[in-house]
């Protein structure tokens, strides 16, 4: 059955303090990794799609890596902006995108 | 234009009503989907259509019945609602077939509460 699974459920960074959210996955073969930022009250943001071990992606802040069983998304200095819960979803072969629970992430000043 | 238009943007209804829930996307994307969505939990699939085709269906109970009258729109009918379906709706949709793993872009949803 595939899986996914995001740790920490929440994460609280001052403002510069640097770290990285987890998605551990369990499928028979993978079509895509997405991950998400979702603000309150509002629809998801897409901000990457990884295809492969080994493959990494950078927006601003955020650098996506992923390897056969899991992907980190790294904060670099986040800024209380960045504030928001980061999703994951899973796109098995021959399958349906299935999210992860998330993780929210409060930046302080 | 890159974005999925979803109206009205908070709903209040009696369990006796109906009303619909409105998307719109002018991407050209071919594939639609309606998603419910509880407070700190994921995005739930309801629905995909694909090529204005009903592609699936996850098991949603009928007083939920969506629509793709073109390939830029998506209606949601609600009839006869519980409180337990009071979510966030949300409207997305992506360039090509579900099964392709492209990324979906997200409406700002439809706040719904069932009274």
């Known amino acids: 059955e595939d899986q996914v699974t995001q740790s920490p459920e929440a994460l609280r960074l001052q403002e510069g303090e640097s770290s990285s959210l987890n998605c551990s996955y369990t499928?028979?073969?993978?079509?895509?990794l997405f991950w998400y930022r979702q603000d309150p009250g509002k629809g998801p943001e897409f901000l990457f799609t990884l295809y492969s071990a080994g493959e990494e992606k950078e927006k601003e802040r955020l650098k996506a890596t992923l390897t056969k069983k899991e992907s980190f998304l790294h904060i670099t200095a986040p800024k209380p902006e960045d504030s928001a819960t980061y999703l994951c979803a899973v796109h098995p072969v021959g399958g349906k995108s299935t999210f992860g629970d998330g993780t929210t992430l409060t930046v302080k000043p | 234009d890159t974005e999925v238009t979803q109206t009205p943007k908070h709903l209040v209804m009696g369990m006796t009503n109906k009303k619909s829930l409105k998307c719109e996307q002018h991407?050209?994307?071919?594939?639609m989907y309606w998603y419910k969505q509880k407070a700190k939990k994921p995005p739930e699939l309801m629905f995909v259509y694909s090529y204005e085709k009903l592609s699936i269906n996850e098991s949603v109970p009928s007083r939920f019945s969506p629509e793709c009258p073109n390939s830029s729109l998506l209606n949601l009918h609600l009839h006869a609602l519980q409180p337990e379906d009071s979510a966030l709706y949300l409207c997305?949709?992506?360039?090509?077939?579900?099964?392709?793993?492209?990324?979906?872009?997200f409406g700002q949803g439809t706040r719904l509460t069932v009274v």
């Open positions: 499928v028979s073969g993978l079509r895509g």
């Open positions: 997305a949709s992506s360039q090509d077939d579900w099964a392709l793993n492209t990324e979906a872009f």
């Open positions: 991407m050209g994307h071919r594939a």
